[in-house]
């Protein structure tokens, strides 16, 4: 019993952080860091604090054939994944990034029946197609609405999109590695990644480090340490104890989240204001996008989702 309430607990945490840092990442872009600098600080300082752990963890050797799977898990997983989140929610508004990465799961299943040649059943089509027609009404909508943007949305939709391809083509290597080994390797290709993106150390020599404030360094370093390393090992924390259906239901949390964040961060004064991309349109079609996702993922044998993390 309590360890099924501390798994629940952990899941939940997992989903605020995720929620907070949509609203708090916007206040430090383009203000003060551009997307590809702050993509570098996050791998970088989330793939050192991995090793760390993992040496004083962990003792396994990764096979030399695996290497090119996890380079590809790096580049979707890491490199494209935060790319195109990063610029995505530089462009848009923090509401849209919570509701679109609520497609993951709706996607996930679509590759696992592309590549792994799952079963897709009538009621998971279903659910695709309600997610599906969410996302593109809300894209659509993109651009009408101050802090919108239509660009922006499609940065985000790829970003989803390739964290899903990142889930399917890892899970033999889930299987055969600790967690905790897979991910070290995936962010170490990822970081080899970023910085081979040609902006990436171009920007950070432009960079003026004297105007960053203590608060954006704070708001960074969350970024790092919570959104990135703690998320991730309170994840593996709550998988061991629950169920993959369940945890990943927690994911329907995340827009609600950043909607609260939204709110509540904007109030005291720590992220700036991005209420008025709220509107009831947007949050019908975030039902739209939460009902696919259900009907997608609550099918016995979507046991992918269980790899699920932003």
């Known amino acids: ?18 929620g907070a840092s949509h609203v708090l990442a916007k206040g430090v872009m383009p203000a003060y860091l551009s997307p590809n600098v702050f993509i570098l600080f996050r791998v970088v300082g989330a793939t050192a ?3 760390l752990v993992r040496m004083m963890v962990v003792k396994e050797k990764v096979h030399r054939k695996d290497l090119l799977l996890l380079a590809t898990c790096g580049l979707f997983g890491v490199a494209i994944n935060q790319l195109f989140f990063f610029h995505g929610l530089n462009l848009s508004s923090s509401i ?18 592309l590549i792994l040649k ?20 809300l894209t659509l909508k993109g651009g009408t609405g101050k802090g919108d943007s239509m660009l922006g949305d499609l940065f985000l939709f790829i970003n989803a999109a390739s964290y899903a391809i990142y889930l399917v083509i ?13 991910i070290t390797y995936v962010f170490t290709f990822g970081t080899i990644y970023v910085l081979l993106f040609p902006p990436t150390i171009t920007e950070l020599f432009d960079t003026n480090f004297q ?7 704070i708001k960074i370093a969350y970024v790092i340490v919570g959104v990135t390393f703690m998320t991730y090992l309170l994840t593996m924390y709550g998988l061991k104890y629950l169920s993959p259906s369940v945890s990943s239901a927690y994911i329907y949390l995340q827009p609600v989240l950043v909607m609260f964040f939204a709110y509540s961060l904007s109030a005291i004064g720590i992220a700036d204001d991005y209420t008025g991309t709220i509107t009831l349109e947007k949050i019908f079609y975030m039902l739209i996008i ?18 699920k993390k932003s």
Do not use: Q
């Open 1 to 18: 019993m309590g360890k099924n309430f501390s798994a629940h607990f952990a899941l939940f945490m997992v989903n605020t952080l995720y």
């Open 49 to 51: 604090l991995f090793w």
């Open 96 to 113: 849209n990034s919570g509701i679109i990465m609520a497609l993951n799961p709706i996607m996930v299943v679509i590759l696992s029946y």
């Open 118 to 137: 799952e079963k897709v059943t009538n009621t998971r089509v279903i659910g695709i197609l309600l997610g599906a027609m969410g996302a593109i009404l």
């Open 170 to 182: 890892a899970k033999p290597l889930m299987k055969k590695y600790s967690p905790l080994t897979v």
């Open 211 to 217: 105007i960053i404030p203590l608060s954006a360094w």
């Open 290 to 307: 939460f009902i696919g996702v259900y009907i997608t993922s609550s099918v016995k044998g979507s046991a992918l989702l269980k790899w």
